[in-house]
């Protein structure tokens, strides 16, 4: 018989609905798959498949080859997706902070300087560490959507900056081209540099606000002892939970927490089982009762068996259902997918045709314009805020 699965893996590199909606393409392509479902704001992908045509190892090659990544080592899923997401946070930190120490200077000298002599030249200059540093995930990251004939937001930064960055390069080379033509060779090195610099703000905030969203499960992990002491023909040894086995003899001192579930084979004392039954007075325990990962050991030593460890403990399985709740969709949500789905194509269709009615409707010399009014419509036209507004909510 077939294995049939549901597992709740976190993605890592995820910023919009089209990014969500592009994980969930991609896994559901993948042979074996039954369903797949992506919550950005708790970037986290739950999927149904079956075990015996496919791995957990080719959903995330998958994943991987459209620039993200899945993280599916289950014992340590949080504390890597933590890690994970405090790197990316300092790296996009640091991205914004250089974005804005070199686009500040280009706007002030392409708004209020654009007529010194050699101007351009030194916009250009500064230009490049945003372009090159800052906004170069932009560009991978498009890059690898293009590749996969997919679309999301960073295509539309991309095409964006990177228009208005070559336009103006080539206007800085050969400026002679439109002046043989009666035309000012303008340049938008600052909206190039701008746009990135404020999209990266944007980013940093939006991160902020999806780290908080794990808060909650977080908060359930840290009532995990990292560790359980065990007797091992009279001795006591420190081990760590993975390590644990059913059966192991666990020695539990006043004050600790309990590191698996287990039963009592030795000793009496009070347990404080506030944070899963909700009982503020400690339970008095004693040999042959029962005992739960992550509840506080009150005054008295005893010793147990463990019965479950791992994911099977009761509180394993409490984080496990937390985690579910908040990778499903609400209705409206899937409404909201639907349309980012479209949302890019749309968007490029429109900066073409825009480009198209001012070539038209004022010829040649009206090039400069037109390519300025298309990006402007790639510029402006961005589905994050729509994305994150419903599952966040």
């Not at 030249?121 to 997919?150: C, D, E, H």
């Not at 030593?301 to 579910?324: C, D, P, S, W, Y």
Request: glycine share 6%; proline share 4%; charged share 20%.
């Amino acid at each position: 018989m077939s294995e049939i699965t549901t597992k709740l893996y976190p993605v890592t590199g995820m910023h919009c609905a089209a990014c969500a909606g592009n994980v969930e393409r991609i896994v559901r392509k993948q042979e074996g798959v039954e369903s797949a479902s992506v919550n950005l704001a708790a970037a986290t992908l739950t999927v149904t498949y079956n075990l015996d045509i496919v791995s957990p190892q080719q959903l995330k090659e998958a994943v991987m080859r459209i620039g993200f990544d899945l993280i599916i080592d289950e014992d340590n899923s949080v504390q890597e997706q933590e890690e994970a997401e405090q790197s990316y946070y300092g790296q996009l930190k640091r991205k914004t902070v250089v974005a804005w120490i070199f686009a500040l200077p280009v706007a002030v000298l392409g708004m209020f300087l654009m007529n010194v002599p050699g101007v351009n030249w030194w916009m250009l200059l500064l230009s490049l560490p945003v372009i090159l540093y800052s906004g170069r995930s932009f560009y991978m990251n498009a890059w690898k959507q293009a590749t996969q004939r997919t679309s999301n937001m960073d295509t539309l930064v991309a095409l964006s900056t990177s228009i208005a960055f070559l336009f103006s390069l080539f206007n800085t080379f050969y400026p002679e081209f439109w002046y043989s033509r009666g035309l000012e060779p303008h340049v938008y090195y600052e909206a190039a540099t701008v746009i990135i610099a404020f999209v990266l703000v944007g980013k940093l905030m939006e991160e902020k606000a999806k780290g908080k969203t794990s808060t909650a499960i977080r908060k359930l992990m840290g009532l995990q002892p990292r560790t359980a002491r065990v007797v091992k023909d009279g001795r006591e040894e420190d081990i760590l939970i993975a390590e644990l086995q059913v059966g192991d003899q666990v020695s539990v001192r006043p004050g600790e927490q309990i590191p698996v579930d287990g039963v009592i084979v030795g000793g009496n004392t009070f347990i404080d089982e506030s944070m899963i039954s909700g009982e503020p007075i400690p339970v008095e325990k004693k040999q042959g009762d029962k005992v739960l990962a992550g509840t506080i050991n009150q005054n008295g030593a005893f010793t147990m068996t463990a019965q479950k460890v791992g994911k099977n403990t009761v509180l394993a399985q409490i984080i496990r259902m937390v985690q579910e709740a908040q990778g499903s969709k609400a209705p409206v949500q899937r409404i909201v997918d639907k349309v980012t789905a479209v949302f890019v194509p749309v968007v490029l269709a429109v900066a073409v045709f825009t480009f198209l009615v001012w070539i038209v409707a004022g010829g040649a010399d009206d090039f400069s314009y037109a390519m300025l009014s298309a990006v402007s419509v790639l510029v402006i036209a961005c589905p994050c805020a729509l994305g994150l507004a419903t599952p966040t909510a």
